[in-house]
T-cell receptor, first 114, second 112 residues
């Protein structure tokens, strides 16, 4: 699986947008970008995923660059409850021979402050 | 909506004892993954099962074994426990055709 690089930590003011970058310059054509977060020792929580088009759901938006070498997770209106470790993970489409395991690297500690 | 259920939530064992962790996947999910997360570390993949067969293996010690049963629940068996086995153990499940996996709330194992 392609390696990802994320900032170690970021801060964001409550109510503002949080933009979390991820570099995945070795991503291959059949690999998706997934974002999960982990709030203080709870189980990791799925946020969003995408292949090459920008994606949006009720939690966040995912912007993937045209060359797919980097992406940005956007939390449009961060709240204190969004304080967590955010993981960007690249993984082959689970419908293929891979059985979809997630390889967690060092994520970004996002701290949302009042 | 039903989530992944793990039991027990907390477990305290002594060195050299045995522990069994259980995972009940979301209904109709056919794949189960086990992860270990040590203090201050990121989750590390241990092992996975698809349709009751082992599908992938990560950094799982030989002292650990796991299986998936006919009802799709899974158990992680840990023997000869060491202090270094103290960690959070997460189970995740996924349904073939859907790409995202969902995690349980974990079992906190403390070895004393």
């Amino acid at each position: 699986d392609a390696k990802t690089t994320q900032p170690t930590s970021m801060d964001c003011a409550e109510g503002r947008a949080a933009n979390l970058p991820c570099n995945h310059s070795t991503i291959s054509g059949n690999e998706y970008v997934y974002w999960y977060r982990q709030i203080h020792s709870q189980g990791p929580q799925y946020i969003i995923h995408g292949l090459k088009n920008n994606e949006t759901n009720e939690m966040a938006s995912l912007i993937i660059t045209e060359d797919r070498k980097s992406s940005t997770l956007i939390l449009p209106h961060a709240t204190l409850r969004d304080t967590a470790v955010y993981y960007c993970i690249v993984r082959p489409y689970a419908g293929g021979t891979s059985y979809g395991k997630l390889t967690f690297g060092q994520g970004t500690i996002l701290t949302v402050h009042p | 909506a039903a989530g992944v259920i793990q039991s027990p939530r907390h477990l305290i064992k002594e060195k050299r004892e045995t522990a069994t962790l259980k995972c009940y996947p979301i209904p109709r999910h056919d794949t189960v993954y086990w992860y270990q997360q040590g203090p201050g570390q990121d989750p590390q993949f241990l092992i996975s099962f698809y349709e009751k067969m082992q599908s992938d293996k990560g950094s799982i010690p030989d002292r650990f074994s796991a299986q998936q049963f006919s009802d799709y629940h899974s158990e992680l068996n840990m023997s000869s426990l060491e202090l270094g086995d103290s960690a959070l153990y997460f189970c995740a499940s996924r349904k073939t055709g859907n790409t995202e996996a969902f995690f349980g709330q974990g079992t906190r194992l403390t070895v004393v």
